[in-house]
């Protein structure tokens, strides 16, 4: 769906959509208008924001994920790269969905100016693709420790061929716990 500023694509998995503001740009440089709640409502996202988030990632290869938070402070996410890029997942782990356990992803940088939309319901993990990248995203309940969860973010049955690999690769210690998906309890349903 194309609105006045922004157009908004469903990916394979069609609850997860990839956002495009549109940039005014002129000799001082750009504007756009990256979040509106209408807009966004008319294309099929109609929630609101609880929270704010900004990361920072020295290093090409840092894989953050795969996240995401349970009921009751489930979240949905939008993704958005100011500095850099990366490659971001959305993982379904709704189960019944036809979809459960299949991923889709896309390219978020600074230059195309893209954002993902990752619905309730789904782990979201990204790996920077350069140094010094920066990722704001939007969530849609309060950072909750205790409703906190995650899967293995190289879980084979999931399957998500990211672009670094082996030594150049860096997750924390709490990602590299995670457990693959085929052994977490059923925390959403389709």
Aim: proline share 6%; net charge negative; charged share 25%.
């Amino acid at each position: 769906m194309k609105g006045e500023n922004l157009d908004v694509r469903p990916l394979d998995i069609p609850d997860v959509k990839l956002i495009v503001p549109k940039r005014f740009s002129d000799a001082r440089g750009f504007f756009s208008e990256v979040y509106n709640h209408k807009a966004l409502a008319q294309a099929g996202i109609d929630v609101d924001f609880a929270q704010d988030n900004h990361s920072l990632s020295r290093s090409k290869g840092v894989i953050r994920g795969l996240h995401f938070q349970v009921a009751p402070h489930a979240q949905g996410k939008l993704v958005r790269v100011v500095r850099g890029a990366i490659f971001d997942v959305a993982v379904d782990i709704r189960h019944g969905s036809a979809t459960f356990g299949k991923h889709v992803s896309a390219l978020l940088s600074a230059e195309n100016w893209a954002q993902l939309w990752v619905p309730v319901g789904f782990a979201h993990g990204f790996c920077t693709l350069e140094p010094d990248t920066e990722v704001l995203y939007k969530v849609t309940d309060y950072y909750a420790p205790e409703c906190d969860r995650g899967i293995k973010w190289d879980d084979p049955d999931v399957g998500i061929e990211w672009p670094v690999a082996g030594a150049n690769v860096t997750v924390s210690e709490k990602d590299a716990q995670n457990p693959p998906l085929a052994e977490c309890p059923v925390y959403f349903r389709d």
